[in-house]
């Protein structure tokens, strides 16, 4: 795995075990994010009771979150066990991600103050 092909830039080379560790938390904190989801919208559930299509998205939503956190816990955990010498070539996979902020943390990197919202970005209105 840390052998390199030729002609490759090493600087976009990265640990295994640092990339499984950035999906890992990623998966993290998107499962917290689904739980708030739930919780915020707890309240008007109640309204909606007798909506059966509703309980399904919310039985949904809190399945999404228990298999996030799954996720994190599998990827974190095998980030673990490997060889801290072993290293992938993450640029093209990183290229591959619109939303700049998850690809900065992917990266491990901090995100940059004023960075513009680039094209595919998520726009909260």
Known sequence: MSERRSGE????????????????EE????GRFTEEFQSTLSPALLQVAN???????????????????????????IGKMLPSDWQVNSHHALSNITLSDLQYRLKGAPLPDGLEHESGELEMF
């Open 27 to 30: 998966f993290c904190e998107l």
């Open 51 to 77: 909506n059966a299509q509703c309980h399904r998205d919310v039985q949904s939503l809190d399945l999404l979150s228990q298999r996030l956190t799954a996720l994190s816990k599998y990827v974190l955990t």
């Open 9 to 24: 830039d090493e600087r976009h080379h990265a640990p295994l075990h640092s990339i499984l560790e950035a999906l890992g």
